[in-house]
């Protein structure tokens, strides 16, 4: 989708009931300054929320870095938007995701425990113990054809299918239940491969 960051229709949707107290008199040249300027802020404001986060859900950096720090307050674009309607504008704006929406901007991404987590293997005595790390190792060594299954479970639950693994991983996994169920993915998964070395190792 194309986004039209110049475009004033955000400004004038989302701010509706936001001017001059001194509506329907003339308003003075610094006046008119100080409201063009808030104009501007916000519409710039909304736009660069609106761009991050169409940037995030794309995926257009090979990295994927999160787009909140891990120890915000806010983790989605909503409730940034949200607060920040809250905090800087007045006068009755309402819902403003729901303003954005009907102008075609919809904020969709929300960074969850698997955005934030660190795939980086350091220790292979502790590491792999929340099975997270596994699922992703064997999302890269897999053959497409082992991760078919999990592709179509990850399409039903709705969480993606470009990792059909960690998008079905319980995190954090703080119990042994969660860490089991993360292990029993990745190990589904590579059962027929594993079949296939039992069987070849047997009949050496």
Known sequence: MAFNLRSGAIWR????????????????SAHELASDDHKAIVRRVLSLVVLLDAAKEGAILTSDPCLFCPDSHFKSSKALAQEFAKQYLSGGVGELV???????YELTHSQTALHEYNFRLTSLASDLRDGARLCRLVELIAPPAALEKARARALKANKGVLRPLTGLLRLPAGSRLQKVHNNKLALDALAPDLDALARGVDAF
């Open 98 to 104: 729901k303003h954005l929406k009907t102008l075609g």
């Open 13 to 28: 949707h989302a701010s509706a009931g936001c001017g001059s107290a001194a509506a329907g008199r003339p308003a003075s």
